[in-house]
């Protein structure tokens, strides 16, 4: 059957890639499919948040370039956060230049992502040596790498031709890119060679653009519910930001960190139950 038809343990069994394996494994643990984006400016903020929504969700996700008060011990703080909680990290970093350049940025600089993030994410504009710069580095340390095969936002670029070349540059690097961020699964989409498609590919579907209460926001987000993603569109990790992370009080953000985990496991356990 389909990745999507089986539950997360058999896949993460079946998983040749450590980080995906990992992800697969801490799911079904934890039973949250649930991926909460911090997308908030200072430390201390970011510590406390992920130490309130940490036993609810498999995944952290970070814009670390935005904290403005960021020093080197906030990356201790975050792996003992990961520990204590038993999530996995995914820096968000959206890499989209040549190899060459991406592998630095990975690599170097002040924040030197490949040494804790566990999952990282490329535009796949550049064309597949943004992949084999970024493996040059990741794969070592057994890492994985998201395409963004799709976007959520409005009148994004992410479509058609450029979806089908982005699943096709994922067919042929299964070694490193062990997903898609897109907004559906993806074994439907034709690629241009044909000989690279494997019955049998597994690749992690993680989506953002997700809320129960609004709609969207004013810079063109656009959301849907748990269930359209999970069980109508059959994608793996429910992304949520603000929906979790903007309401307030520490006990308001742990409830909503609850009711999502409770929601995108309810529509998986549907989904393999059909
Ligand atoms: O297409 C995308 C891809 C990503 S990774 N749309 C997105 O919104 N994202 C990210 O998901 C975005 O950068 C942000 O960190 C998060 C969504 O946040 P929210 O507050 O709208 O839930």
Known sequence: ???HLQTY???AQKHANPAAKALLETIERKKSNLCVSVDVTKQADFLRIIDVVGPYICLVKTHIDIIEDFDPS????LRELSEKHDFLIFEDRKFADIGNTVALQYSSGVYKIASWSHITNAHPVPGPGIISGLASVGRPLGRGLLLLAE????GNLATGAYTAEAVHMARTHRDFVVGFIAMRRMESVPTPDASVVD??????????????????DAMGQQYRTPREVV????????????????????????????????EGWAAYEDRIST
Do not use: H, N, W
């Open 1 to 3: 059957p389909s990745a």
């Open 9 to 11: 343990a058999q896949r």
């Open 74 to 77: 906030l990356i201790d703080r």
């Open 151 to 154: 976007m959520s936002s409005k």
């Open 199 to 216: 019955e049998d590919e597994d690749f992690l579907v993680l989506t953002p653009g997700v809320g129960l209460d609004v709609k969207g």
């Open 231 to 262: 069980f109508e569109s059959g994608c793996d990790v429910i992304i949520v930001g603000r929906g979790i992370y903007g309401k307030g009080s520490d006990a308001e953000v742990q409830a909503q960190a609850e009711r999502y985990r409770k």
